[in-house]
Nanobody
């Protein structure tokens, strides 16, 4: 199971760091990603990171504000979110897949639980 945490309520301009752990190391050698789903909207890609951590990419809407990273020794993936905006409000999900295809929702191999992020104006 993938376990996401770190969500919460923050004012616009604030920061949060989301974490995703894989306690059983079931997905240790996979690329990881973050997606989000706002109320009434479809789930969308936010960011991805390769198994080595050497490759990353971001959705245009978060580029320059969010940073994805991973610590394979701790089996953790992080999403540092800075300069948060009300439009970042959503449930954030971590995901597992192949780096080349994980940007597509239907190519995600496994979904973790979500964590709620709420940004107030």
């Amino acid at each position: 199971q993938l376990q996401a945490s770190g969500g919460g309520l923050v004012q616009a301009g604030g920061s949060l760091r989301l974490s995703c752990t894989d306690p059983g190391r079931r997905f240790a050698t996979y690329a990881k990603g973050w997606f989000r789903q706002a109320p009434g909207k479809e789930r969308e890609f936010v960011s991805r990171i390769s198994w080595s951590g050497g490759s990353t990419s971001y959705a245009d809407s978060v580029k320059g504000r969010f940073t994805i990273s991973r610590d394979n020794a701790k089996n953790m993936v992080y999403l540092q979110m800075n300069s948060l905006k009300p439009e970042d409000t959503a449930v954030y999900y971590c995901a597992v897949g192949d780096y080349s295809t994980i940007v597509a929702i239907d190519r995600v191999h496994f979904w973790g639980q979500g964590t709620q992020v709420t940004v107030s104006s």
